[in-house]
């Protein structure tokens, strides 16, 4: 037969298992596919993605080295690790209350009794005295508080590693984004420079015709503005691309004085990254996952604040050796004590216990709200970059044609000028559209490249799968 003590322990075990309600990640409606996504294969689940690589798409040693100087010199990914690190010491610290305490001690005094003394009075004695024991003290976790709490800790460190894989993310995909902008004003730098040494030629031209009085004034400054034009552009864009390499600087832990990446006027090469399904967004996003996880922190923490309606129960356990002459540890000198074993109930608080509960209650609910839209703002992210990848790639193939057809027209308005058959403002007309249309053409093409990035970061990452 079940001692009377033993049933009403496990009864009380048994009430401890209902502080921790169950956890239910909010549902958020997941289309069967992306509704841009025509011509993107379908991915496993993104788990297993190296998200270190993606970057190698665009095949550009220059960017290669840039992201291999993040992870060692900049001060925003050294932040994110240092809250990671602390994040999982807390963990530790908390898990070590599911452990008892043992603590050792030590003392040794020399007292004078005195012979009026209450117990034993006599003679005054003069005596030594040695103390050495050990102490121990653990909390009976029948209510789940401590519990509880290591699960919201160990949540709390799984959140701050996806906030550190956010932060890499981000980073990293900051870093291209800003490089390709740099490649893009030395693709412009490249034309104006061709273009500025096509209207020289052609001012060259101008003049001897004004000169030889065949060309008129008006031509001559016509064709000096449209070369004047081309130069401040030139200059302007110098101005601009410092401050992207001053950024890029900044952004791989450099001083920007030190820094210089050399022009290049590089084949801008277009990765293409597996969109996947819509459900498995929710696996690749490090956001995501790290709302997740302080959802089933603040769930934990729902937990610890209904233990508190319950008694705290403590268990103490004392032994040792004590002596007033050596030896100190001997048979004779033992000592030992079980207990105290404690318990304290709070019965009034003025309704703390019942605020703290509810403040739990709310911080669950509002990070549910946040869970899920965090969710929806990634399917709006990815979609977003799906949709104006479709339409930039169709916007290249038509400013291709653009370009071609406004070269072909600059050409033909220049040999009738040199024919006599024009005058030199539908030179400079032809000349201004060839101009806009080469420019429009580089500024699509690179948009596409930083859309590609932009679609990496909405998909938490991946690897390219074509070059």
Request: proline share 5%.
């Amino acid at each position: 037969m079940r001692s009377p003590s033993l049933v009403a322990l496990a009864a009380l075990g048994l009430a401890g298992c209902s502080t921790l309600p169950p956890m239910q990640t909010p549902s958020v409606a997941t289309p069967a596919q992306f509704r841009h996504a025509a011509g993107w294969s379908h991915a496993a689940p993104g788990d297993h993605l190296d998200r270190g690589e993606w970057w190698k798409g665009f095949g550009d040693p220059v960017l290669d080295g840039l992201m291999g100087r993040l992870d060692e010199r900049t001060p925003t990914l050294a932040a994110a690790l240092a809250r990671y690190d602390r994040a999982l010491a807390a963990a530790r610290a908390t898990r070590a209350d599911l452990f008892p305490s043992v603590d050792l001690s030590g003392s040794a005094s020399r007292e004078r009794l005195s012979s009026g003394r209450p117990i034993g009075p006599g003679t005054p004695i003069i005596a030594n005295q040695y103390i050495f024991g050990i102490g121990l003290n653990y909390e009976l976790d029948l209510w789940g508080r401590v519990r509880n709490s290591v699960r919201a800790a160990r949540a709390d460190a799984q959140a701050q590693e996806a906030a550190l894989h956010s932060a890499r993310l981000s980073l990293q995909a900051s870093v291209a984004d800003t490089y390709i902008q740099l490649r893009a004003i030395d693709a412009e730098q490249g034309l104006l420079a061709r273009t500025v040494a096509a209207f020289t030629r052609a001012d060259d031209l101008i003049r001897t015709r004004y000169e030889g009085g065949i060309a008129s004034g008006v031509d001559r400054s016509r064709s000096l503005a449209q070369l004047a034009n081309a130069r401040a552009r030139s200059e302007a864009l110098k101005a601009q691309r410092s401050a992207l390499e001053h950024r890029i600087a900044a952004l791989v832990g450099e001083p920007a004085s030190t820094f210089t990446i050399a022009p290049a006027e590089n084949k801008l090469t277009l990765p293409e990254f597996p969109a996947g399904l819509p459900s498995e967004l929710l696996q690749r996003r490090p956001d995501i996952a790290e709302a997740q996880r302080r959802l089933v922190a603040a769930n934990a923490r729902i937990g610890v604040a209904r233990a508190a309606f319950y008694p705290s129960i403590n268990l103490g356990l004392g032994a040792g050796y004590q002596a007033t002459e050596a030896p100190v540890i001997s048979a004779d000198t033992l000592f030992w004590g079980l207990g105290p074993v404690s318990t304290l109930l709070n019965l009034f608080d003025g309704g703390q216990r019942r605020a703290r509960l509810a403040i739990s209650r709310a911080d669950y609910a509002e990070l549910a709200a946040a869970y899920r839209q965090t969710v929806l703002d990634g399917f709006q992210e990815v979609e977003d970059g799906l949709s104006r990848s479709n339409a930039l790639a169709n916007q290249d193939r038509e400013q291709r044609i653009a370009t071609g057809a406004a070269a072909r027209a600059e050409q033909l308005a220049f040999d009738r000028y040199r024919d006599g058959a024009a005058d030199y403002l539908e030179v400079v007309t032809a000349q201004t559209a060839a101009l806009s249309a080469q420019q429009a053409s580089i500024a699509v093409s690179f948009d596409r490249a930083r859309t590609a990035i932009a679609l990496v970061r909405a998909l938490g990452g991946g690897t390219p799968t074509a070059t």
